[in-house]
């Protein structure tokens, strides 16, 4: 399976931003892209996805303040996150879907005054 390392975590305030980046090991042209969400105690959850032709979903709670887009050049997916709310306190990660599935590490990012 592809590689992938995700980047860009930290802690930020309340309406902050961040961009997180996740870097695959190899073409992504073949892969559906995603970022997915794991709170403590919590299940993890689907946060955005794109497809191989660049149509995105996203989960309710992130519509208009999340952005994913890909940069098949760069074997780079991105989560642009705008007006961060402490809820969105989580580890994030970044998969990769074709015939299986790949999952990064994981980022940590804290929404915190």
């Known amino acids: 399976q592809v590689q992938l390392v995700e980047s860009g975590g930290g802690l930020v305030q309340p309406g902050g931003s961040l961009r997180l980046s996740c870097i695959a090991s190899t073409s992504i042209t073949i892969y559906a892209m995603g970022w997915y969400r794991q709170a403590p105690g919590k299940q993890r959850e689907l946060v955005a996805s794109?497809?191989?032709?660049?149509?995105?979903n996203y989960a309710d709670s992130v519509k208009g303040r999340f952005t994913i887009s890909r940069d098949n050049a760069k074997n780079t997916v991105y989560l642009q996150m705008n007006s961060l709310k402490p809820e969105d306190t989580a580890v994030y990660y970044c998969?990769?879907?074709?015939?299986?599935?790949?999952w990064g590490q994981g980022t940590q990012v804290t929404v915190s005054s």
């Open positions: 794109i497809t191989r032709d660049g149509s995105t």
């Open positions: 998969n990769a879907r074709f015939l299986t599935t790949s």
